[in-house]
C-alpha cells in the first residue's frame, strides 16, 4: 500500500516509463505500507529507480572488466589511480564527466563488484538530478571499493523478498575457494523480476548468480551461496531535493520515515560507508 500524506492517494503515472508504472503498482499492491511525503517524493523515487537499472544496463554493456583491486585499472585522463586501486577524479574533471566517461570508455576500465554498484548509484543520480547539483555535491570523487560521498546516502533495510529494481542485494558464498577470494559474494542491482546485474557475472537470475558463486566453492563443499536479506538504496527524499525544479519538501535523515525497517547509516570520517557481510565482496 502506498499512502502519500498519510492517506491513499490515486496517482497518474500516464507519463512515467513502464519500469516506473511497474515498480509504484508492486508497491501499491503489497501489503507493506510505503509513506511518501507527496506526489513528487513519489515520483522522483520511481525516476531515480528506473535511471539505476538504466545505468546498471549501461554498465554492463560498456566493456568494463571485472578485476581485483591489485589489478585495477582507469582512464588516466580522467582518474588519478591509488595505489589501493582506487579511482580518485583528477583535477580539472568534473564529476559528471568521469562518472559519464566509464560508460563510454568501459574497456580501459577494471575493478571489482563493490565499486561497479557504487558507480551505477552515481550514474542513476546523475540522470535524475541538475547536473550542476552533482558536481557540486559529489567533488573531489573517489571511487574505491564501498566507499561513497556522504550525500549518497545509502540506506539499509532488511527484506529481500520485498526489494524492487534498483535495489541493491547481496549473493554470499560462504565456502568460497581462499585462492578466488574475490568470489566470496556479488553485489548485485535488481534491474527486474528475478534479474540482477552483478558485475563479473552479467545480468542474470538468481538461480543464475548462485550457479556462478557455487563455481567458486571450496572443493567438496556442501553449503550453496545464497541471497541474504539485506537491501540497500538511496535515501530519495534527500536527494530528490537537487532535483531540476524540486519542490519536495526537504526532511533530515532522522525524520524520514522508513518504509520498511529502520535503517543504518555508517559514517567514518567525512564519507558514510557500509562494512558488514552484505558488503563484504
Same mark, same amino acid.
Given at each position: ?25 508492486? =508497491? ?28 546498471? =544496463?549501461?554498465?554492463? /554493456? ?21 595505489? /589501493?586501486? $582506487? ?43 541538475? /547536473? ?42 560462504? /565456502? ?21 546485474? $552483478? ?41 530528490? =531535493? ?40
Amino acid at each position: 500500500m502506498i499512502l502519500i500524506g498519510g492517506v491513499e492517494r490515486t496517482v497518474d503515472t500516464s507519463t512515467w516509463s513502464q519500469l516506473a508504472q511497474s515498480i509504484y503498482e508492486q =508497491k501499491r499492491n503489497s501489503p507493506i505500507t510505503y509513506s511518501y511525503n507527496s506526489v513528487e517524493h513519489l515520483n522522483f523515487e520511481m525516476k531515480l529507480r528506473s535511471n539505476i537499472v538504466e545505468a546498471a =544496463k549501461g554498465l554492463n /554493456e560498456s566493456g568494463v572488466r571485472f578485476t581485483t583491486f591489485k589489478n585495477a585499472r582507469c582512464n588516466e585522463q580522467f582518474w588519478n589511480l591509488t595505489a /589501493e586501486g $582506487g579511482f580518485r577524479l583528477k583535477e580539472g574533471i568534473t564529476p559528471a564527466a568521469g562518472i559519464r566517461d566509464i560508460f563510454v570508455n568501459g574497456r580501459m576500465y577494471g575493478f571489482e563488484c563493490a565499486t561497479a554498484v557504487v558507480i551505477v548509484l552515481y550514474r542513476g543520480v546523475l540522470d535524475s538530478i541538475q /547536473e550542476t547539483e552533482f558536481n557540486r555535491i559529489f567533488a573531489n570523487l573517489l571511487l574505491y571499493d564501498w566507499h561513497y560521498d556522504s550525500d549518497l546516502r545509502l540506506i539499509q533495510e532488511q527484506g529481500s523478498e520485498h526489494a524492487y529494481p534498483g535495489d541493491v542485494l547481496y549473493f554470499k558464498n560462504p /565456502e568460497f575457494n581462499p585462492e578466488t577470494p574475490q568470489w566470496r559474494g556479488e553485489n548485485a542491482v535488481k534491474v527486474a523480476d528475478n534479474l540482477y546485474y $552483478g558485475h563479473g557475472i552479467g545480468i542474470r537470475s538468481k538461480e543464475g548468480i548462485l550457479f556462478t558463486l557455487n563455481r567458486f566453492r571450496l572443493p567438496f563443499s556442501t553449503t550453496s551461496a545464497y541471497l541474504t536479506d539485506q537491501v540497500i538504496h538511496p535515501d530519495f527524499l534527500y536527494i530528490s =531535493k537537487f532535483a531540476s525544479g524540486a519542490a519536495i519538501t526537504s526532511v533530515s535523515a532522522d525524520e524520514q520515515i522508513s518504509t520498511r525497517s529502520p535503517y543504518i547509516y555508517a559514517r567514518i570520517g567525512g564519507q558514510r560507508f557500509i562494512r558488514d557481510q552484505l558488503f563484504s565482496a
